[in-house]
């Protein structure tokens, strides 16, 4: 009996002090991690204002070149020179979440840049809506009356019109209904900013 309580202390003592060490870890590096999406944020909003940083000066150039806007519950970032707007968008994929930073014109409704910061789509498939090229094909598209992401066809796209992602019909129409959805969020406080 007193060789199975002292291995029940022991088993007690090792998870206690491994429970410490993780969450002794966890306490230490939370603020690197946020430091770390705060600067992946900065770094994305330079990026689509061809604003040149690097890793040591980018909260500086940031504060010096981009303007922190609340307007009730939404962040905006505003480039002080042109008035390119940027924001944050999230919603539901097909496999989780899909979050990025979109930036739009001074006019509000034409697309700068998209920039995809976390996704779980199947990789080779819906995967392709963090790359590069694809995202690509959103650059100079209207917002309104609503983004459209259609199956490619020999017809040239409308103004607001981009073609899908080929075999991820569902991760698609999902990024559609996401910018769509986080743009009318989103009207009338980018009204409110003025420009």
Do not use: C
Request: no cysteine; glycine share 8%.
């Amino acid at each position: 009996m007193k060789r199975y309580l002292k291995m029940v202390y022991f088993i007690l003592l090792l998870g206690t002090l491994t429970s410490m060490v993780f969450v002794g870890m966890e306490v230490w590096t939370r603020p690197l991690i946020e430091a770390n999406a705060a600067n992946e944020l900065k770094s994305i909003v330079l990026n689509a204002n061809d604003i040149p940083f690097n890793t040591g000066n980018i909260s500086t150039v940031f504060d010096q070149n981009i303007e922190v806007r609340k307007v009730g519950e939404f962040t905006f970032y505003v480039e002080k020179a042109s008035g390119r707007v940027s924001y944050q968008f999230s919603g539901g994929g097909v496999w989780g979440p899909i979050i990025g930073v979109i930036t739009l014109e001074p006019d509000k409704e034409t697309i700068r840049q998209i920039r995809i910061m976390q996704q779980e789509e199947t990789p080779g498939l819906g995967g392709v809506v963090a790359d590069l090229r694809y995202l690509a094909k959103y650059v100079g598209v209207l917002m309104v009356p609503k983004i459209e992401v259609n199956i490619p066809d020999s017809s040239p796209n409308k103004p607001n019109e981009v073609d899908s992602i080929t075999g991820a019909t569902r991760t698609s129409k999902a990024f559609e209904q996401i910018l769509n959805d986080s743009y009318v969020e989103r009207l009338n406080a980018l009204a409110q900013l003025g420009g």
